[in-house]
């Protein structure tokens, strides 16, 4: 069924297809920005808990946000992962140990959308009986499409893009954990604007992480605040940066200490409520 996009709608497929299209670019063609591509899809990331022989069925909504231009998307199916700089990786389904790919069926096949429209692709996912492993399994249901490259004068050029639009899924069995750890606070080699940290997951479900760095002067006093975000994949590492450089409140050739709050907001082992990840703090001298 088409459906006609509200102002919110419209918004938010634009934020998701520049999200989306960049992250997937490792894969194929590089992905111009979201609003030469024009279309969005919601949501971006479902979070499952599941047991064996579980029915379920989400509702994924594709929709182009294009006033004049009719687009239309082949669906599929991917693996997926995260490398240690938490880029989007690819892979055909069913090759990754932890794949639910074979699950998976969905509905429709490909999807025309005409201007300032949306489509529901309804997607079944059937768990079996048997599940040798417990903790996170992962798909991609995927979004496809090859547009024409526009030259300087707006005209097509004779080159096909290809734009892909994802959206993952983690089918958590239980019971299982999220185990996040963080190491080797420090501000980083070369260059004195930058932290890094290595957080490492040695469970079987991922981690979402999310926090604060606190900036604070000789006094005691917060000076300046920088948000923190992350997910670390079940038995997966991530080197977590994050540039001093930009902080306003920061003042060249002033020494600061640097404490971080930070809770891991999946954690299956804990009825799924928030729970604290520590993180030593560290001292910054400004260059």
């Known amino acids: ?64 946000v294009h006033k004049t231009k009719t687009i239309s998307l082949t669906m599929g199916l991917a693996d997926w992962t995260l490398d240690k700089n938490g880029k989007l990786s690819l892979s055909p389904p069913g090759e990754s140990e932890r794949s639910a790919a074979e699950w998976i069926r ?11 429209t949306s489509m529901d692709v309804i997607v079944e996912i059937n768990v079996p009986y048997k599940v040798k492993q417990k903790g996170d399994h992962r798909f991609a249901l995927l979004a496809t499409t090859l547009l024409p490259a526009l030259d300087e004068r707006g005209d ?79 038995q997966g590492v991530r080197n977590y940066v994050m540039k001093l450089d930009e902080v306003e409140g920061v003042k060249s050739g002033n020494s600061y200490t640097i404490d971080f709050k930070m809770n891991n907001s999946f954690a299956p082992q804990n009825k799924f409520r928030s729970t604290p990840v520590d993180i030593q703090s560290i001292q910054y001298h400004a260059p």
């Open 106 to 116: 969905f509905s429709p096949a490909s999807v025309t959308l005409k201007p300032e």
């Open 156 to 234: 097509t050029s004779g080159v096909w893009n290809k734009y892909q639009l994802a959206s993952l899924f983690y089918l958590t069995l239980t019971p299982s954990e999220s185990k996040p750890a963080v190491s080797n606070v420090m501000i980083g080699g070369d260059n004195k604007n930058m932290i890094t940290m290595t957080i490492k997951n040695d469970g079987d479900a991922h981690a979402r992480l999310k926090g604060t760095a606190f900036v604070k002067d000789k006094a005691g006093e917060t000076v300046a605040e920088m948000p923190m975000s992350a997910v670390v994949l079940d």
């Open 1 to 64: 069924m088409l459906i006609r996009l509200n102002k919110k709608m419209k918004n938010f497929m634009v934020t998701s297809a520049l999200i989306c299209a960049g992250s997937i670019a490792t894969i194929g063609m590089y992905a111009p920005v979201a609003h030469a591509f024009g279309v969005g899809i919601q949501p971006s990331t479902v979070e499952m808990t599941i047991k064996p022989g579980d029915r379920h069925r989400q509702v994924i909504t594709i929709g182009n």
